[in-house]
T-cell receptor
Framework: DAKTTQPPSMDCAEGRAANLPCNHS???????VYWYRQIHSQGPQYIIH???NNETNEMASLIITEDRKSSTLILPHATLRDTAVYYC?????????????FGKGTSLLVTP | NAGVTQTPKFQVLKTGQSMTLQCAQD?????MSWYRQDPGMGLRLIHY???????DQGEVPNGYNVSRSTTEDFPLRLLSAAPSQTSVYFC??????????FGEGSWLTVV
């Protein structure tokens, strides 16, 4: 099963773009990359997911490298409410129940 | 969190007691799952279901049972609670676009 590597913590100034990197060098061809965030042990909040192409929605953009070994989540204009733990997740296949493999995530602190 | 409802939100059990955590969704999602999260850790899959009448084990199924008699409901049963099952439990369901929505969590303490 593919594993992900993220920096344990990052800072970002309010109003600036937050770029959160993720390495998933062992990802398989049919495994999706998901990003979630979690605030104070609330339920994980879905942000975005993708397979090969870059994706954008109202919350964020997901940039996946051509070899799919890494990706970057971009929050274009970070606010204080974006302070949270961000999880980069590779979703495994049917042999593991299509589980979301949560790691330890990146703790993002947005400062005024 | 898009209509995934978990009850109860908080529960304290004595060792050996049994209980059921309820999970319901009204979005007609086929895939539902249960995760647990221990302090400082990521979520781990307990059980999952790809549709009514079909359930299977995840990474950490021991001590838990599930059933899926309807599309809407996916209860998680603790058969004989142990202190090691003290955790936060999250239920999730998935839509046709592979977006997975989590409930707000159920905090369980076993003493």
């Amino acid at each position: 099963d593919a594993k992900t590597t993220q920096p344990p913590s990052m800072d970002c100034a309010e109003g600036r773009a937050a770029n959160l990197p993720c390495n998933h060098s062992t990802i398989s061809g049919n495994e999706y990359v998901y990003w979630y965030r979690q605030i104070h042990s609330q339920g994980p909040q879905y942000i975005i997911h993708g397979l090969k192409n870059n994706e954008t929605n109202e919350m964020a953009s997901l940039i996946i490298t051509e070899d799919r070994k890494s990706s970057t989540l971009i929050l274009p204009h970070a606010t204080l409410r974006d302070t949270a733990v961000y999880y980069c997740i590779v979703r495994v296949g049917p042999n593991s129940g299509y589980a979301l493999n949560f790691g330890k995530g990146t703790s993002l602190l947005v400062t005024p | 969190n898009a209509g995934v409802t978990q009850t109860p939100k908080f529960q304290v059990l004595k060792t050996g007691q049994s209980m059921t955590l309820q999970c319901a969704q009204d979005m007609n999602h086929e895939y539902m799952s249960w995760y647990r999260q221990d302090p400082g850790m990521g979520l781990r899959l307990i059980h999952y279901s790809v549709g009514a009448g079909i359930t299977d084990q995840g990474e950490v199924p021991n001590g838990y049972n599930v059933s899926r008699s309807t599309t809407e409901d996916f209860p998680l049963r603790l058969l004989s609670a142990a202190p090691s099952q003290t955790s936060v439990y999250f239920c999730a369901s998935e839509d046709s676009g592979n977006t997975i929505y989590f409930g707000e969590g159920s905090w369980l303490t076993v003493v």
